[in-house]
């Protein structure tokens, strides 16, 4: 089986990045990550990767003038390690529509909510003031707008009456660890992809179907 290349984006500890390199170690999970890139240099997700022998890169934003200047150095690094699909996992920076349009298509997010509710930063506290009983996180192909690509895939836990924001962050991490490598699998098995800005599934299993459904 040829792995599909995975490169990570990361600003900080990176936690989900730390569940899909889990998940590859699986010599039956269909992608590896090849390299980890950050825009922060002293990002702690960057020394993790490296534990594993894993490439891990710092691309800091004050050595380049522009934004645009900054999204250069990444798509360049990002040629060169040419990767099949492109993770962020906690990647604290807007990214602007030509950045985007470069790698479209093959570049997945993870987000703290049920999208498209609660877009944004600080999607727990909003949820806990909004009354919600249920909360969750969504996997999602990366558009132009931010937090506003055709999701992949979902999953959902209970907002409970006495939960504060770390608990509540608490039991939305634990299922994001879960569904994020669901979806890369997905993706790079070729059983979910972007289309018009829309997302088309194919050819998913019995086992797949479950496994979406279990959130």
């Not at 490169?7 to 990176?14: D, E, K, Q, T």
């Not at 997700?45 to 894993?54: D, F, Y």
């Not at 909004?130 to 979902?154: K, L, N, W, Y």
Request: a neutral charge.
């Amino acid at each position: 089986m040829m792995k599909k290349r995975v490169a990570v984006l990361i600003s900080g500890r990176g936690s989900n990045m730390s569940a899909l390199i889990g998940a590859c170690k699986d010599p039956a999970y269909p992608a590896e990550i090849v390299a980890v890139i950050s825009n922060k240099p002293d990002a702690a997700g960057l020394e993790v990767a490296r534990s594993h022998g894993i490439e891990a890169i710092a691309v800091p934003q004050k050595d380049h003038p522009t934004r645009t200047a900054h999204e250069d150095a990444i798509s360049a690094e990002l040629s060169r390690i040419a990767p099949d699909v492109i993770c962020l996992a906690g990647y604290m920076r807007l990214m602007s529509a030509e950045f985007v349009a470069r790698w479209e298509g093959r570049m997945i997010n993870i987000h703290p909510s049920l999208l498209p509710l609660f877009k944004g930063l600080d999607s727990h506290a909003r949820v806990l003031e909004s009354g919600m009983r249920v909360h969750g996180c969504t996997v999602h192909f990366v558009t132009a707008e931010m937090d506003g690509g055709p999701i992949i895939a979902q999953g959902v836990v209970p907002v409970k009456p006495d939960d504060t924001e770390e608990t509540l962050s608490a039991r939305v991490l634990t299922v994001e660890h879960k569904l994020y490598p669901l979806a890369l699998r997905l993706v790079a098995e070729g059983k979910v992809w972007m289309k018009d800005g829309r997302i088309v599934y194919s050819g998913l299993g019995e086992d797949d179907r479950t496994a979406l459904s279990a959130f």
